[in-house]
């Protein structure tokens, strides 16, 4: 039909536009397009993957090598279909360990209202796991992934392994000095070091204008922001609500791991935070020309936090309560009276499977979720 016809010679113009654009910023076909021509059958088993080329699943490029990787993101940076025109960005990216939910594609769908183009990376990062925690375990599930991928329109997917991001040689980490002292960086020592050295190894090579992850994790929002920051990584970090199921547990590729009688409990956590906020929030004084945010010492906060648990978990352990400070996630003394900015955050342990939650507490909406800056 000549709908059809419209469609194959849009396309064709379109890569033949981006090689054009490869040539002139020296690249000899980044995209693998000369290869691969208009869109090709759909090879979903992740074994079909040749490591040495380019894989394009319809309109989505899936890159297995850095360097490929670092050339595909820099045609598109410099490449606008006219019907992404509107768009302030031009490359949005997303870093997970794939087993996506909702919650992945809420940050997605983030980026693509932002962005000309969106690269999405898949990778269980060995070494932001703990002693106690198995990273063999850590659910998998490759083909659906891409699937998802690829019906949400994601334009490059980034699916390293170990020996291309930790070869033989590999040396050199990023350690964030001065968090050995937090909740959360107790509990699992070594897991944000490996956060920071991934992330910059990722940030490098994809090199995206516009990074997107979600508030849960409050701390390692602090610490991306610091990279960011302190390596003057030409990007910028904007931070997402939480997405939660329908009975308020925070999703999380974790949660797969919970037996039924966890999962039923699990949401607990979070009714146990917003209960809590609430009775918070009548502490606050308005007037007509400012909000003054002042609430009770923290030991008091976690007092009223553990008398709600001690009722309603009873299956899991109270792993620790922590009230931080909103830039650095510094603690809040347990005589001092918090105020303005905070993040109330619980971490609650089911036969180790680690269930993080976190509301904030001082602050707007507006003032929360926009790129963060110091």
Known sequence: SKATVSVLYCREMRRNCILRIGDMLGGSDPMNLRQSGLPQTTLWTPEKFNPATVTMLGEMAVVRKPKQMIERSRVLRHTTPPSRLNRKYALGFVPTMGSLHDGHMALIEASQAECVFTAVSIYVNPTQFGANEDVSKYPRNLER?????????????????????????????????????????????????????????????????????????????????????????????????VVREIDGLAMSSRNVYLSPEHRAEAPAIYAGLKQVKEELKKMVRSDRRETTYKYPPAKTIKEMLRSKYNESIKHGSLDYISIAKRHDMSEYGDDEAVENAAHISVVVDYNNTRLLDVVRVGMTEEEYYRPWKA
């Open 145 to 241: 992934d891409l699937r998802i991928l690829h019906e949400a329109g994601v334009d490059a997917v980034f699916l390293p392994n170990d020996e291309l991001m930790y070869p033989p040689s590999h040396k050199m980490y990023v350690n964030y000095e001065g968090i050995e002292t937090l909740p959360e960086a107790v509990s699992r020592p070594t897991h944000f070091r490996g956060v920071a050295t991934i992330c910059n190894k990722l940030f490098n090579i994809v090199q995206p204008n516009m990074v997107y992850v979600g508030q849960k994790d409050a701390l390692q929002c602090v610490v991306l922001h610091r990279l960011i920051e302190d390596m003057h990584i030409p990007t910028q970090l904007t931070v997402c609500p």
